[in-house]
């Protein structure tokens, strides 16, 4: 499993910094689904984390095109990795090519929760919220 090492970890800032940037290019070919969808923790915690409220607190599953990435954000820390997550109280199901649509400007967000995101678990108020925070993160920080 992907993880990165602590001295690892003091470099996702700057990898959010260099993905940031490189939206601001347009790709030379259609975006294509990477063979890893591991990659996008990383500049997703960071842009999360960038936007995240400080008392927020949550357990929930994140599943990109039936990947599961672990969701969890306690006291307003987030972190984000590879697999299942034990007893979500949110799960949020989506695909990669509207997440970037979204990010790279080419898709509202509005259109992308109507049509690109299912919304479930024991708690829809914690699956709103996780919404609502990638939505800030995404909108906010990908662009």
């Known amino acids: 499993v992907y993880e990165l090492t602590p001295l690892g970890a003091r470099t996702a800032n700057l990898l959010?910094?260099?993905?940031?940037?490189?939206?601001?290019?347009p790709p030379d070919d259609p975006v294509?689904?990477?063979?890893?969808?591991?990659?996008?923790?990383v500049?997703?915690?960071v842009a999360c984390q960038r936007v995240v409220d400080g008392?927020?607190?949550?357990?929930a599953e994140l599943l990109v095109d039936g990947e599961p990435f672990s969701f969890l954000v306690t006291e307003g820390t987030v972190e984000?990795?590879?697999g299942k997550t034990l007893e979500p109280e949110a799960v949020l199901i989506t695909s990669y090519e509207p997440m970037i649509a979204v990010a790279d400007g080419r898709m509202p967000m509005e259109s992308f929760v109507a049509n690109?995101?299912?919304i479930s678990g024991p708690d829809l108020g914690k699956a709103e919220a996780l919404a609502a925070l990638l939505g800030r993160a995404i909108t906010t920080q990908l662009t």
């Open 16 to 25: 959010f910094e260099l993905a940031t940037f490189g939206a601001h290019f």
């Open 32 to 41: 294509k689904r990477p063979g890893n969808l591991r990659t996008i923790a």
């Open 43 to 45: 500049t997703l915690q």
């Open 55 to 59: 008392s927020m607190n949550l357990r």
């Open 80 to 82: 984000i990795e590879a």
């Open 116 to 118: 690109h995101l299912t």
